[in-house]
C-alpha cells in the first residue's frame, strides 16, 4: 500500500502505552510517516490512560484543543485508543463530534481496516474487544526509531492481581504471558538493529510464564541477557509480593541485568495496603529490599505511592513518610487517590477530604525531593558509566543519557554519540536530573 500522509501519536500514561505506540506505528507503517507535530498530521491518534483521576477530562480536553487543526483541514482523521477508548467506546464518538474512530486496547491491529472504513465509507468507526488471548508485539518498523538505543518489548498483557484502586485488570484485561521465543525473537531483531537496552514490560513481570513451555521470568531473562550485543537489560514493573529471592540473585548476577528497580509500595501503613489489596505488608517489603540491597549495594529503587485511600487516617500517612526517609527512593511517582469507575475501592466511602489529600501530598513529594536531591548531590564530582539515548528535550547541543542505576544525566556533546557508552563527570544536581561533560 502507498504512503498516504503523516501520523502524529500523542501517548497518554506508562511504559506499556508507549510501547502500544510504537505498536500503532508498526501497523501504520506502510501507509503514515511519523508527524513531528499534531500541525502537520494527517492522522491524529490520542494513546490515553485511565489510571488516574480525570482521564477522561484530559482526553476530551486535548480532543478540544484540536478542534482548529480540524477545521483548517476537515480531511484530518482523529482517533481515540488505549483504556479510556476501552472503558468508554462509542460514548466519546457520541460526546465528541471531532473523534472519527475509536478503538480498544485489544483492537490495536484493526487500525488499517478502521481507517479505511473511514475514509472509504465516511463512516465514523468504534470498535473494541473485550478480551484478546495474544499479546502481539510491535514490530520494528522500517523506519525512523530503528536505531533507537533503548526499546520496550512486552512480555504479558493484564493482570490478574485486582489492587482495589486499580483499573488495569478490567481496560487491559486478564494475565497473558507472551512464548517466550517470540519476546527473544522480537529482542535480537531489536538489537540487530542498534538496541543497546531492552526493558521487558508486562504489568506484573514476576508472575511471567510462557505458556508453552512453562518458563519463568528468571528464566527469560537470562534467555535475553545472553543475546549478543545487548548491554543493558531492565523490567517494569514488579509486584512486590511476587519478587523473590530467586529474582534478587538472578539480578545479582545476570551480566546486563541493571541495577535499579521501580517496586510499587503504594502506601506503608499495613491497614491500608490491606484495603488496597497489596498481598504484603510493609516489614515484608522492607525485607526483601534489605536483601537486594545486601547482594547489590548500588541498587537504586523507584516506587509509587496513593495518598488519601479510603480509610487512610493521619497516623497511616505518617507511616508512608517515614518508610520513605528509611527506603530512600531514588524517585517516587505520588498520587492523589480518586475512585475509578467500577473497582473494589470505588464502593468505599472516599472518606479523605480532598483538601487533606492535597495536603499530604506536596508533604509527601518535598520529602522525595529532598531525597533525590541529596542522592544527586552525593553524585557530584563523581565519573559515571552512561548510555547516551537522546538529545536533550529542552536545551539545544545537550544530549541525555542515565547510569545503569537510573541516574539521568544531560551534557553536552553531539548526536553522532547516541548509542554508545561514555563517561561523564558529574558537575552539577538538579532536580530531576543530574548535569555533567563526557571524560575525554
Ligand atoms: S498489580 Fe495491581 S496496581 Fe498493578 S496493574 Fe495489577 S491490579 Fe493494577
Not at 488505549?82 to 472519527?100: H, W, Y
Not at 473494541?128 to 510491535?138: G, Y
Not at 485488570?169 to 531492552?198: D, F, H, K, T
Not at 548531590?377 to 547541543?397: A, F, H, I, P, W
Amino acid at each position: 500500500m502507498e504512503e498516504t500522509g503523516k501520523v502524529f501519536i500523542k501517548t497518554f500514561g506508562c511504559q506499556m502505552n508507549v510501547y502500544d505506540s510504537e505498536k500503532i506505528m508498526a501497523c501504520l507503517d506502510d501507509r503514515y510517516i511519523e508527524a513531528a507535530s499534531a500541525d502537520e498530521a494527517d492522522l491524529i491518534l490520542l494513546n490515553t490512560c485511565s489510571v488516574r483521576g480525570k482521564a477522561e477530562h484530559k482526553v476530551f480536553s486535548m480532543i478540544g484543543r484540536l478542534k482548529p487543526l480540524k477545521d483548517l483541514n476537515p480531511d484530518l482523521i482523529i482517533g481515540v485508543g488505549g483504556c479510556v477508548a476501552q472503558q468508554e467506546g462509542q460514548g466519546i464518538l457520541d460526546r465528541s463530534p471531532l473523534v472519527d474512530l475509536v478503538f480498544g486496547t485489544h483492537n490495536i491491529d484493526d487500525l488499517p481496516d478502521l481507517l479505511d472504513e473511514r475514509i472509504s465509507k465516511g463512516r465514523r468507526v468504534c470498535r473494541i474487544r473485550e478480551e484478546s488471548d495474544k499479546v502481539t508485539s510491535a514490530q520494528v518498523p522500517s523506519h525512523a526509531v530503528i536505531s533507537k538505543p533503548t526499546r520496550l518489548v512486552t512480555i504479558m498483557k493484564g493482570c490478574d492481581n485486582f489492587c482495589a484502586y486499580c483499573i488495569v485488570p478490567y481496560v487491559r484485561g486478564r494475565e497473558i504471558s507472551r512464548p517466550s521465543v517470540e519476546i527473544i525473537n522480537e529482542a535480537e531483531s531489536l538489537v540487530e538493529n542498534g538496541a543497546l537496552e531492552i526493558t521487558l514490560l508486562g504489568q506484573n513481570v514476576n508472575s511471567y510464564r510462557d505458556p508453552g513451555t512453562g518458563d519463568d521470568f528468571i528464566d527469560l531473562l537470562e534467555k535475553v541477557d545472553s543475546i549478543h550485543g545487548l548491554l543493558r537489560l531492565r523490567f517494569v514493573t514488579s509486584h512486590p509480593k511476587d519478587f523473590s529471592m530467586e529474582l534478587i540473585n538472578a539480578m545479582a548476577s545476570l551480566e546486563t541485568v541493571c541495577e535499579h528497580i521501580h517496586l510499587p509500595v503504594q502506601a506503608a501503613s499495613n491497614k491500608v495496603l490491606e484495603g488496597m489489596r497489596r498481598g504484603y505488608t510493609s516489614d515484608e517489603y522492607q525485607s526483601k529490599v534489605a536483601a537486594l540491597r545486601g547482594v547489590i549495594p548500588d541498587v537504586e529503587l523507584t516506587t509509587d505511592i496513593i495518598v488519601g485511600f479510603p480509610g487512610e487516617k493521619r497516623s497511616d500517612f505518617d507511616m508512608t513518610i517515614s518508610f520513605l526517609s528509611e527506603m530512600r527512593y531514588q524517585n517516587a511517582f505520588s498520587f492523589r487517590f480518586s475512585p475509578r469507575p467500577g473497582t473494589a475501592a470505588a464502593q468505599l466511602e472516599d472518606d479523605v477530604p480532598e483538601s487533606v489529600k492535597r495536603g499530604w501530598l506536596p508533604e509527601l513529594q518535598h520529602l522525595q525531593n529532598k531525597i533525590t536531591a541529596r542522592k544527586h548531590e552525593d553524585l557530584v564530582g563523581r565519573e559515571v558509566e552512561v548510555l547516551v539515548e537522546s538529545t536533550g528535550k529542552k536545551e539545544n547541543g545537550f544530549l541525555e543519557g542515565r547510569t545503569r542505576n537510573n541516574f539521568i544525566i544531560h551534557f553536552p556533546g553531539g548526536e553522532d554519540m547516541i548509542g554508545s557508552l561514555i563517561n561523564v563527570k558529574v558537575n552539577r544536581s538538579r532536580k530531576i536530573h543530574l548535569e555533567g561533560e563526557v571524560v575525554k
